[in-house]
């Protein structure tokens, strides 16, 4: 499929999605949905620079938390649409990413991913400092009963702009991978001194990938103080957020977007569900024992099972 | 040397303590098939490393087409027409065969505006050159490490380089092989390709070579005819030991 049907074949199945919702006539499904269309947003912002590139970033919760303080602060000095709010915690965040991308371009492997987390540390201790921002005590954000425009439920509003983030990341992430920049990501995951030798720019594109997944990392955290009401650094900046991030894809494969869109929808629904009824204490025992099953019985992830992956579909692609 | 399209001029590479390479010049002008030996360990890669820019050298100078190439990322000199293959095959193993072969043409022959080509046709034609015809949709994984040397080369060439230097791409090919690689490399020759051969295949340098460089422990210490060079003392010495 081409690029423009593809993309309002996603729009559809999202129309598909927001109907269903609608029709179950219970606004936790919009709560709980919320919460996983976010998760495929990271999911697949991760896999950018961590499946195509091969570059596993540990720090997913200082991009996110990053660009949930960026709501924080416009919401402080201008309140902004929150589409554009989004934008601008995007913006910051992979800046964030160009920022760690420059400062860890000699690093390699588990080496890369100590720093990311560093980073993520050094972010933390910042916004605990900040009290313009809440610093440690937190911050409240006001969530409105409707948005002003159609008189929308917020947690629907919110639901649906995540939606819309996800369609852009799944357009974004599939584009990439059919593209020459997706074949250098690769070209850079599998051996960095023959892309370089083929012609690959490494350390361009690794910024490329670094700002990217930042940016969308941003943007899926810039709607949290609405929805929480309540930030404050432990609880932006947890450690689930990585641990679960990572795994998505994880389980579901890194070769494609699909993998971490099928992971992020299984793990994270499976999570909501035993959050409401067993209790959310159990989310990450859940998140150790899938990784770990499928390490075993699917290490290419659930899209290995289909033979997505390896060795890619790129013949007749007529470029 | 004026007019040289490789121009190495005192170049030396330490690891460590240890001194790689001393002090070599090394000039080849374009169109010219240059053989390069020397026994195991000699510096001959390290060489190959330094003038494509995957290693950085401390001393000395390299010019290709003109340009001083020092600082230089090895992506850029291979834009320029700067191609190598490595000695030990470094596939890219998520992708087929062909797909390997894209890279180089999608980042360096398209990245120079040429005119696009049929990319799956181009690719064919290549691993056809190097016989490796009908793998185009396998794995790496999938080759002997012999079909790996010769994707190596494939994408080296799919560069379409000025220079091409390849490493060892002949170590372990049958007879026959090593001829008809040798056919190959010499119609790229004359199609302009400036060729650097890195060979422990004493009949294959002989046949290939319009001179013969030799390094010894980091050192140039032959450079010429290859009639010549291979009877010289020092170089007799040096192969057959003291
Ligand atoms: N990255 C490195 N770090 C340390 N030492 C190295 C490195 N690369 C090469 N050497 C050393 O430099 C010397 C020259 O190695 P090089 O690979 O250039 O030899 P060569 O002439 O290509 O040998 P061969 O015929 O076996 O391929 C060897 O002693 C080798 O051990
Ligand atoms: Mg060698």
């Known amino acids: 499929m081409r690029g423009f049907p593809f993309f309002l074949t996603c729009l559809l199945v999202a129309a598909g999605v927001f109907l269903a919702a609608r029709w179950t006539e219970n606004g936790y499904v919009f709560f709980a949905g919320y919460v996983v269309l976010?998760?495929?947003?990271?999911?697949?912002?991760?896999?950018?620079?961590?499946?195509?590139?091969?570059?596993?970033?540990?720090?997913?919760?200082?991009?996110?938390?990053?660009?949930?303080?960026?709501?924080?602060?416009?919401?402080?000095?201008?309140?902004?649409?929150?589409?554009?709010?989004?934008?601008?915690?995007?913006?910051?965040?992979?800046?964030l990413g160009l920022g760690m991308g420059y400062l860890t371009l000699r690093l390699r492997g588990v080496f890369f991913s100590i720093a990311t987390l560093a980073m993520a540390v050094v972010a933390q201790t910042f916004m605990v400092n900040w009290d313009f921002v809440?610093?440690?005590?937190?911050?409240?954000?006001?969530?409105?009963?409707?948005?002003?425009?159609?008189?929308?439920?917020?947690?629907?509003?919110?639901?649906?702009?995540?939606?819309?983030?996800?369609?852009?990341?799944?357009?974004?992430?599939?584009?990439?991978?059919?593209?020459?920049?997706?074949?250098?990501?690769a070209a850079i995951r599998d051996d960095e001194l023959a892309a370089e030798a083929s012609g690959v720019p490494t350390l361009r594109l690794k910024l490329i990938a670094t700002a990217m997944s930042g940016a969308f990392m941003g943007m899926a955290g810039?709607?949290?103080?609405?929805?929480?009401?309540?930030?404050?650094?432990?609880?932006a900046f947890s450690l689930a957020?990585?641990?679960?991030?990572?795994?998505?894809?994880?389980?579901?494969?890194?070769?494609?977007?699909?993998?971490?869109?099928?992971?992020?929808?299984?793990?994270?629904?499976?999570?909501?569900?035993?959050?409401?009824?067993?209790?959310?204490?159990?989310?990450?025992?859940?998140?150790?024992?899938?990784?770990?099953?499928?390490?075993?019985?699917?290490?290419?992830?659930?899209?290995?099972?289909?033979?997505?992956?390896?060795?890619?579909?790129?013949?007749?692609?007529?470029? | 040397m004026s007019g040289a399209l490789l121009d190495v001029a005192g170049l030396g590479k330490r690891f460590g303590g240890f001194v790689a390479l001393e002090a070599i010049d090394l000039a080849v002008a374009a169109g010219e098939r240059v053989g390069l030996i020397g026994p195991n360990g000699s510096g001959k890669s390290t060489l190959v490393n330094c003038i494509s820019g995957?290693?950085?050298?401390?001393?000395?100078?390299?010019?290709?087409?003109?340009?001083?190439?020092?600082?230089?990322?090895?992506?850029?000199?291979?834009?320029?027409?700067?191609?190598?293959?490595?000695?030990?095959?470094?596939?890219?193993?998520?992708?087929?065969?062909?797909?390997?072969?894209?890279?180089?043409?999608?980042y360096v022959v398209h990245q120079r505006g040429e005119g696009r080509v049929d990319l799956i046709a181009r690719c064919a034609e290549l691993l056809e050159m190097v016989g490796l015809a009908g793998r185009g949709d396998d794995l790496p994984a999938g080759l002997t490490q012999v079909e790996m040397r010769k994707l190596e080369l494939a994408r080296a060439m799919a560069a379409e380089p000025r220079l091409l230097i390849a490493d060892e791409a002949m170590a372990g090919l049958s007879h026959q092989e090593v001829d008809d690689i040798l056919t190959l490399l010499v119609r790229l020759n004359d199609q302009g390709v400036t060729i650097i051969m890195i060979e422990h295949i004493m009949r294959a340098v002989m046949q290939f070579s319009q001179r013969l460089v030799v390094l010894v422990a980091g050192r140039k210490i032959a450079d010429g005819v290859p009639e010549e060079v291979i009877r010289n003392p020092e170089v007799e010495r040096a192969y057959l030991g003291e």
């Open chain 2, 54 to 106: 995957t290693l950085r050298n401390e001393t000395g100078q390299v010019r290709f087409a003109g340009k001083v190439m020092d600082g230089m990322a090895a992506h850029r000199r291979t834009r320029l027409g700067l191609a190598r293959s490595f000695q030990l095959p470094r596939p890219f193993h998520s992708l087929t065969v062909t797909e390997n072969l894209l890279i180089p043409i999608e």
């Open chain 1, 38 to 95: 976010q998760y495929i947003v990271l999911a697949i912002a991760w896999n950018i620079l961590g499946g195509y590139t091969g570059y596993v970033n540990f720090g997913i919760a200082g991009f996110f938390a990053i660009g949930a303080y960026t709501t924080v602060a416009v919401e402080k000095l201008v309140p902004l649409p929150l589409p554009v709010v989004m934008l601008a915690g995007g913006a910051v965040s992979g800046l």
């Open chain 1, 222 to 235: 810039a709607p949290l103080p609405f929805y929480v009401t309540y930030l404050d650094p432990p609880s």
């Open chain 1, 134 to 185: 809440g610093g440690s005590a937190g911050a409240f954000t006001i969530r409105p009963m409707t948005t002003p425009y159609f008189g929308m439920d917020y947690i629907r509003y919110l639901f649906l702009l995540m939606l819309g983030l996800v369609v852009l990341a799944v357009v974004v992430a599939r584009a990439i991978e059919r593209s020459r920049l997706g074949d250098g990501f």
């Open chain 1, 241 to 319: 957020y990585a641990v679960n991030t990572i795994a998505m894809p994880l389980i579901g494969g890194t070769a494609s977007w699909m993998g971490p869109l099928i992971g992020a929808v299984l793990l994270a629904s499976l999570q909501q569900l035993v959050t409401v009824t067993i209790s959310s204490a159990v989310n990450l025992l859940i998140v150790g024992l899938m990784l770990v099953g499928f390490i075993i019985i699917a290490p290419r992830g659930i899209i290995g099972w289909f033979g997505i992956g390896a060795g890619k579909r790129r013949r007749g692609r007529g470029r």
